[in-house]
């Protein structure tokens, strides 16, 4: 989908706002630009809603910044956003990419190469110019992710979206311990997947509850999920259960077959 015809999608969702009208429902709205799957459409519908009048995002472990949550809001909606990523490979990708791309060669993203841990996190967001207010914070580590939006207090986004681990299931707040260093793929694999990484999505769910955010809804794949916060449309994306995000026949064959080979690894309960 282009921008001329995001913008106009966009208007409808703040007429039918304005008027009253009914909305069509969350997980109706995805679609794919940039994203991994439909995350591009639900956040349109997200900000079409809520509003952003600082356009920034900060993406943590954004890979080379060209599939990701924040790319359409850089190329399509003239979003400035902070994008962080340990592989230098994938950084310098990145950064070509923006500085050579026809909408943000003027002003492309800022692109940083970090590793992230709870004790820097802050002054990598904050040093790079990102304070207050954001639009939006996407969090995908493949790791110490619950820990890492613990820590983060220089920013305070309006949405949230981070990836948690769908395997778990929706009823155990849990989370692999933290450490600096911690690399998903010394540990259990499927099919070259790892297993034992990041944490579940009722842990998450407490987290947020604890910093404002309530969960608006998942992907259509079931295993990110998005955070608003509360105040900002509370009735319009209302509040829903973290067993909402478990109906995908991916998720629940992950859980059959997955988590079993991982339960007694040392989750942390939170």
Request: charged share 25%; hydrophobic share 40%; net charge negative.
């Amino acid at each position: 989908m282009d921008a001329g015809s995001q913008v106009l999608l966009g208007l409808m969702y703040r007429d039918l706002l304005a008027s009253g009208r009914p909305l069509p429902r969350f997980r109706d709205t995805g679609f794919k630009v940039f994203s991994q799957t439909d995350e591009d459409g639900l956040l349109l519908y997200i900000f079409s809603l809520i509003g952003a009048e600082k356009r920034t995002a900060v993406e943590i472990c954004a890979g080379n910044g060209i599939e990701c949550n924040a790319a359409n809001l850089i190329v399509n909606h003239g979003w400035h956003a902070l994008l962080v990523d340990g592989n230098a490979e994938r950084v310098e990708r990145g950064r070509t990419y923006y500085r050579e791309h026809r909408w943000t060669y003027v002003y492309p993203p800022s692109f940083v190469q970090a590793w992230i841990t709870r004790d820097n996190v802050n002054e990598v967001i904050s040093s790079n110019g990102f304070s207050g207010e954001v639009g939006l914070l996407s969090i995908d580590l493949d790791g110490v992710d619950y820990w890492i939006w613990e820590a983060i207090q220089v920013i305070e986004p309006r949405v949230v979206v981070v990836e948690y681990q769908d395997i778990i299931g929706p009823d155990r707040a849990l989370t692999v311990p933290y450490s600096d260093d911690f690399d998903a793929w010394i540990h259990p694999m499927t099919d070259g997947t790892p297993n034992y990484f990041g944490a579940s999505l009722p842990a998450f769910v407490k987290l947020a509850s604890r910093k404002g955010y309530r969960l608006v809804g998942c992907n259509r794949l079931g295993y990110n999920a998005f955070f608003v916060r509360r105040g900002l449309c509370d009735d319009e994306l209302p509040e829903i259960a973290a067993r909402e995000c478990f109906s995908h026949t991916k998720v629940i064959e992950g859980m059959r077959d997955r988590f079993p080979t991982v339960k007694d690894y040392p989750w942390v309960e939170v």
